[in-house]
């Protein structure tokens, strides 16, 4: 945690389209208007009135479905050229109060306002009031505000101040603030990962915290272990990237190889290192919290010529008998087509975040029954170092 209090603002324009389409045009003001979509009913509505909400239409709706729920809905093109005016002028207004403005998004951005106080000649509660004002009175668009000690926090609490309101966390107050708010109020948790929440039975952020960290990393991955280190109302720097983590995390690669003393072209030998390599690779994307989608496998002959191969799994995994069978099966075909000796050999996969949709509790439950043993080893390795565990074929990997 950091040394020094952070002060975090979050401002987010209310129905921002539509408030524009209204500033335009005033008659529109408390009709159900949505933009995006047409009346015939084909395309997505991209921003719904707060008057129109009520029935039920949300952005990301086919604009079939809004018709239906509210058949006097107006729908509006939608004149983006004009809306990207507006938030200009609204993330100028922002960069008057302090140099350090993220925009987000084409309605949202974050001050760090820490140490802005003097500067100011005000506290942050009275930092927001001035903001919530400017953009008003320059604009005529209303804004929501929250204010705390990290994004999440700011973000949450503009969330729950809509519209046109103002919320301040203060600081320690956090987790109690959270605690009672729907699961889904938690950026990053869709509907699918909330029923899967919902499964374990946590319903309100709060609930996380009856949870044992392990087991909500384990049962949700690097996601469940975020959660719940939110839920206590931490919100460090480390973290700040994935406070909007709608974006999902970039598959990476996790990789190892050897290269043999002496060429060989025993097949035994090969699939020795395979396995230890396997376990090795296996290993750091559980530790990490990852799971995989692709296996590759890369051979360097002793000629230096590199041949490497990748398959598909249908489903991303974390364990490590997948990688070996599947390097395994990789390298029948090359060894098949090619007599030369190999010199060094490698394993890697495409690992990446698990995200909760990809949980399959059932499928986790075979998988971990499958893979246990590693997990075991996992935890002897932890205590003693990797090669205080392997599996015996991987022993023949140090061997001649
Ligand atoms: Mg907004």
């Known amino acids: 945690m950091g040394s020094k209090q952070k002060t975090i603002i979050h401002v987010d324009l209310d129905a921002f389209f539509v408030s524009v389409e209204e500033l335009l045009n005033p008659s529109l003001r408390g009709k159900p208007v949505v933009v995006g979509g047409d009346p015939s009913g084909r395309g997505v509505v991209s921003a719904a009135s707060y008057a129109i909400r009520k029935f039920g239409v949300h952005s990301g709706m086919p604009a079939a479905e809004a018709r239906r729920l509210c058949p006097k809905a107006i729908f509006l093109r939608g004149s983006h050229h004009i809306y990207s005016r507006y938030s200009r002028q609204v993330m100028e ?107 374990l039975g946590i319903r309100k952020i709060g609930d996380l915290l009856r949870f044992d ?9 690097k996601h469940g272990a975020i959660m719940a280190q939110r839920a206590r109302g931490e919100d460090g720097d480390r973290m700040e990237r994935l406070a909007d983590d709608e974006r999902r995390a970039k598959p990476q690669s996790v990789s190892r190889e050897v290269t043999y003393s002496t060429d060989t072209d025993d097949p035994e030998r090969i ?61 029948e075909p090359l ?56 599996m015996a074929r991987s022993i023949l990997h140090g061997r001649g």
Not at 156 to 166: R, Y
Not at 213 to 221: A, I, M, Y
Not at 341 to 350: D, F, I
Not at 374 to 389: C, K, N, T, V
């Open 271 to 331: 699939r020795a290192t395979i396995s230890y390599l396997a376990e090795s690779v296996g290993r750091r994307v559980r530790k990490a919290g990852l799971v995989f989608d692709t296996v590759t496998l890369k051979l360097r002959r002793a000629s230096f010529t590199t041949a490497t191969r990748s398959r598909a799994l249908s489903r991303a995994c974390d364990a490590t008998p997948v990688i070996y069978q599947t390097a395994c099966g990789l390298l």
């Open 93 to 199: 207004i922002l960069g008057r109060f302090t140099p350090s403005v993220e925009q987000v998004s084409v309605d949202e951005a974050y001050l760090d306002l820490t140490g802005c106080e003097r500067l100011h000649n005000a506290g942050p509660v009275e930092i927001a009031q001035r903001i919530h004002h400017a953009i008003r009175s320059e604009t005529g668009l209303s804004a929501s505000i929250g204010v705390g000690s990290g994004r999440l926090i700011a973000k949450i609490a503009a969330n729950a101040a809509k519209p046109n309101g103002m919320m301040w966390i203060n600081p320690g107050r956090e987790a109690a603030f959270l605690a009672p708010l729907p699961i889904g109020r938690m950026p990053g948790v869709g509907p699918v990962s909330q029923r899967e929440y919902m499964k």
């Open 213 to 221: 960290p392990d087991l909500l990393r384990q049962v949700f991955g």
């Open 335 to 390: 060894l098949a087509g090619n007599r030369e000796r190999v010199r060094l050999v490698g394993v890697g996969v495409r690992a990446m975040e698990k995200k909760p949709e990809q949980m399959d509790l059932f499928r986790r439950e075979q998988i971990a029954r499958m893979d246990a043993v590693h997990r075991g080893m996992d935890l002897a390795r932890d205590m003693y170092g990797f090669e205080s565990a392997l």
